[in-house]
């Protein structure tokens, strides 16, 4: 059974910084496209950042840009994002994707396995 597990978030004040992880059990997805969303309160889930299955391709969010940074471990299976000058716009629960294939994008229809999410509060 194919699992992504994010772990990291929690509370930070605004200005502050957080990681999250995402360890994928089940299968190895060093040939595909991963991914980070996120869903607010009251809003749709949007996309946050991808990157392709080498790391060299990454794509983010114009509202992110600059202050989170996308990476992965191959080796250990495992998504990161760090996070720094966090605002409270960043609150929402955030969620690792991952890609049948290497095709890197912003859509999540694109993504065929999902995190059950973690949650992170900014506060001002």
């Known amino acids: 059974q194919v699992q992504l597990v994010e772990s990291g978030g929690g509370l930070v004040q605004a200005g502050g910084s957080l990681s999250l992880s995402c360890s994928a059990f089940?299968?190895?997805?060093?040939?595909?496209?991963m991914a980070w969303f996120r869903q607010a309160p009251g809003k749709e889930r949007e996309f946050v950042a991808a990157?392709?299955?080498?790391?060299?391709?990454?794509h983010y969010a114009d509202s992110v840009k600059g202050r989170f940074t996308i990476s992965r471990d191959n080796a250990k299976n495992t998504l990161y994002l760090q996070m720094i000058s966090l605002k409270p716009e960043d609150t929402a629960v955030y969620y690792c994707?991952?890609?049948?294939?290497?095709?890197?994008?912003?859509?999540?229809?694109?993504?065929?396995?999902w995190g059950q999410g973690t949650q992170v509060t900014v506060s001002s």
């Open positions: 994707a991952a890609a049948w294939g290497p095709i890197v994008s912003m859509f999540a229809s694109s993504y065929k396995y």
């Open positions: 089940g299968r190895t997805f060093g040939n595909s496209a």
């Open positions: 990157i392709s299955w080498s790391g060299d391709i990454t």
